[in-house]
């Protein structure tokens, strides 16, 4: 099933053609891999009523994960997050958007949730679909295809990621990341899955179902076997020294004069003209049989691995709340666990800034940025959860 890969990191562009080849003349060539939690999910689906309203309760308790706290926190004000740019506009959530979102979570016995790239934009990593969005400027993500059949799409490919890796890895978990894994330590929410590829939710504390995989593992295409993302790091600078120090030594600060002109985009790629790693760029290959090494992460025009997709899917037949967070599920591989949660009688809520694929039969649809009503949803009502 054709799908989308975030595989978002930075991506830069140079203001002048000049400057570029003064930087980039003389060359042509970081990461963790927490385990993996798959956790099957063996429950039948329970229908749960949503009335989409809700009474006012005062707060009689928080909901915290083990070494944070929410009591007495300040939720971020829009103007803390990341990058305005990135995150797409939207007025904050009101008092009753937030209760309205408590109650769906707190009736709920058996939550699953979907994240999607609207949580991520808030720690500065862009999108594609939104108004902001990578489509939006006409920029197109490599396919599996392009990425199996030419070593210079390969080459490529790697010689940009190469480079826009270091700001990526440097992204943070925002409040909404963090919420979600509070909930999680205390047993409010019952499986989580992302779309995303940056493993935010990791550092936040989650353990996810990456839909999609992740930038953080590499793969070989021939025999199998996989490592940490900062080990091929090492063996792409090992391999293209003067390339290396000459990106190393770039200012990815976008507000600096010294940037000439960098642009964030997804797909984990710069701008460079293509002489400078069409030739002489060069990729290691596995360690094991020589063969082609990728991302583990799902490319568009791929399809999520089946033993993944019926975790998920799974999950979904089995809960009786589904929520869909930051995502517009307009991939067939996010959007069928919506539809089936929804068709197995599961109520189901959309947070999403914008129209999302499941609009027509949510049981109720939220416009907002998470990192602003998640925290916010912490603090209200109990949950039915002792203060931690």
């Known amino acids: 099933m054709a799908m989308a890969t975030r595989i978002s990191s930075q991506f830069f562009f140079f203001s002048s053609f000049i400057n570029a080849r003064k930087v980039l003349a003389h060359f042509m060539t970081d990461a963790v891999n927490p385990a993996r939690r798959y956790c099957k999910v063996h429950r039948k689906a329970t229908k749960l009523s949503f009335s989409g309203s809700v009474k006012y309760v005062q707060t009689v308790c928080r909901i915290s994960a083990p070494g944070t706290t929410w009591e007495g926190a300040d939720i971020p004000p ?3 997050l990341k990058d305005r740019k990135v995150v797409p506009d939207s007025d904050p959530p009101s008092t009753k958007d937030v209760n309205l979102l408590y109650e769906f979570v707190d009736k709920s016995t058996k939550l699953v949730a979907l994240t999607g790239a609207g949580i991520s934009t808030e720690c500065g990593i862009p999108d594609y679909r939104s108004p902001n969005g990578a489509y939006s400027t006409g920029f197109k993500p490599i396919t599996h295809q392009q990425f199996t059949r030419s070593s210079r799409a390969r080459r490529r490919y790697w010689a940009r990621s190469y480079a826009g890796w270091r700001k990526f890895n440097q992204s943070k978990p925002s409040p909404a990341h963090t919420a979600l ?6 047993n409010r929410l019952n499986f989580l ?8 939710h990791h550092r936040a504390g989650s353990s996810p179902l990456e839909l999609h995989g992740t930038v953080y593992i590499v793969a070989c295409l021939d025999c199998g076997f996989s490592f940490p993302r900062e080990m091929f790091q090492d063996q792409l600078k090992s391999l293209n020294p003067k390339w290396a120090a000459a990106i190393e030594s770039l200012d990815y600060d976008s507000k600096s004069d010294k940037s000439f002109g960098m642009k964030q985009r997804p797909d984990g790629d710069i701008e460079i003209d293509e002489q400078f790693w069409e030739e002489d760029f060069h990729i290691p290959t596995c360690s094991k049989c020589n063969g082609v090494l990728k991302p583990d992460v799902v490319f568009f025009g791929d399809n999520v691995p089946k033993e993944r997709a019926n975790i998920a899917m799974e999950a979904a037949k089995g809960c009786d709340a589904f929520l869909v967070l930051g995502s517009s599920v307009m991939t067939m591989s996010a959007f069928r666990l919506v539809r089936a949660a929804h068709e197995a009688g599961a109520a189901t809520a959309i947070v999403n800034i914008g129209k999302t ?23 209200t009502g109990s949950l039915s959860v002792p203060a931690i």
């Open 193 to 200: 899955i992302t779309q995303n590829v940056d493993r935010l």
């Open 78 to 80: 829009a103007d803390a």
């Open 357 to 379: 694929r499941a609009d027509d039969f949510a049981d109720l649809k939220i416009n907002a940025r998470l990192g602003e009503i998640l925290p916010r949803l912490l603090n």
């Open 181 to 186: 894994a509070s909930l999680e330590k205390v």
